[in-house]
């Protein structure tokens, strides 16, 4: 019998998902398409609009990866990430923004990221895209 530990379990969640994706951005519309477009693409996806609920929330769903817009008011994107690795360890960080790309890349670099997508990108690609990132 394994236990919770072996199979990724997070405080008593759901065995972590190969495919679940927590989708972290202040705007409830931005998160209810992007949550829309992944799922489509069949990921199992969760919304949540700040980082304070991502908290929680992360440690409940535990994702393979945390899609974290940059311009999250209630905490700067380097205590963001913090909180989520804190939380699932080895859990991917992909930040995402209207930034231009060279912007984004260089900030995801500074800040540890994963990977980083353009909110310019069409939200049909954000699924490729973030299965890319996946080991």
Same mark, same amino acid.
């Given at each position: 019998m394994t236990t919770r530990a072996e199979r990724g379990d997070v405080e008593g969640s759901a065995p972590r998902g190969l495919d679940r994706v927590l989708v972290v951005d202040d705007d409830p519309m931005q998160v209810e398409l992007v949550q829309r477009g992944l799922s489509r693409d069949g990921f199992?996806?969760?919304?949540?609009?700040?980082?304070?609920?991502?908290? &929680?929330?992360? *440690?409940?769903?535990?994702? *393979?990866?945390? &899609?974290?817009?940059?311009?999250?008011?209630?905490?700067?994107?380097?205590? #963001?990430? #913090?909180?989520?690795r804190d939380a699932v360890p080895g859990v991917r960080i992909v930040l995402y923004s209207a930034w231009e790309e060279s912007k984004l890349r260089v900030l995801a670099s500074q800040l540890g990221a994963d990977g980083f997508i353009s909110k310019s990108d069409s939200v049909t690609s954000f699924g490729r895209r973030l299965r890319a990132m996946l080991p």
């Open positions: 199992e996806v969760r919304g949540v609009t700040s980082i304070a609920e991502m908290a &929680l929330e992360v *440690r409940r769903f535990g994702p *393979r990866i945390v &899609l974290i817009d940059v311009n999250m008011p209630d905490e700067p994107g380097d205590r #963001a990430i #913090a909180i989520a």
